[in-house]
């Protein structure tokens, strides 16, 4: 105990500095950041009554939560505008990009035009699905099953996602992970 004393009165004199201004600095940003997040929940709950009320297609997949499906819609819109899929992929800048000069052919790489932020969405949501959504797990493991790397994997599983939310959306229709495939 003797030691453990003597540590802490080590410690209350080497570490640190005990200085009422940096103690109301500290106090002043502590009581920015409670504001700042009581805003961010606030408004965090307003998006989450307005995606339940507008009730969009996506939600009913597996691994799809109402924040994630808020950014798809928000981003996206009206989904009428888009006559393919492969339009919603070139929207969200998933679609492989194409190089021709002369003889030589280049492709396969993705581009990265489009909405970073649905983009960023989309990829960050395999996980998910890949854990809640068994048709799309299978999918992902066949994708790497012929080698492809993770990421790689995931954007063929993001590509898949956007056409299934395009069927869903233009027949408005839920979910149903037996007509899948």
């Known amino acids: 105990m003797q030691k453990f004393l003597k540590l802490k009165e080590l410690a209350r004199n080497s ?18 950041y409670k504001q700042a997040a009581q805003e961010v929940d606030s408004l965090e709950g307003q998006i989450l009554s307005l995606i339940e009320e507008i009730n ?6 597996p691994g799809i939560g109402s924040l994630s499906a808020a950014v798809i819609y928000a ?5 009428s ?13 998933l679609e ?5 000069s002369g003889i030589s052919e280049y492709g396969g790489h993705m581009v990265k035009r489009g909405s970073s932020h ?6 960050n949501l395999c996980i998910p699905l890949i854990q809640y959504n068994m048709v799309l797990a299978e999918y992902y493991a066949k994708k790497r099953a012929e080698g ?17 939310i395009f069927t869903l959306e233009k027949n408005g229709i839920d979910f149903d ?3 899948l495939r």
Do not use: W
């Open 15 to 32: 570490v640190g500095e005990s200085n009422e201004i940096f103690v109301s600095q500290l106090n002043s940003l502590m009581a920015l």
């Open 56 to 61: 969009p297609k996506s939600l009913t997949i």
């Open 75 to 79: 981003e996206y819109g009206d989904l």
């Open 81 to 93: 505008k888009f006559n393919t899929p492969s339009q919603m992929l070139s929207f969200a800048g």
């Open 96 to 100: 492989p990009g194409y190089y021709q």
């Open 118 to 123: 649905l983009r960023y969405t989309l990829m």
């Open 148 to 164: 492809k790397t993770h990421r790689v994997a995931c954007s063929h599983l993001v590509k898949k996602l956007i056409r299934v």
């Open 177 to 179: 992970p037996a007509k």
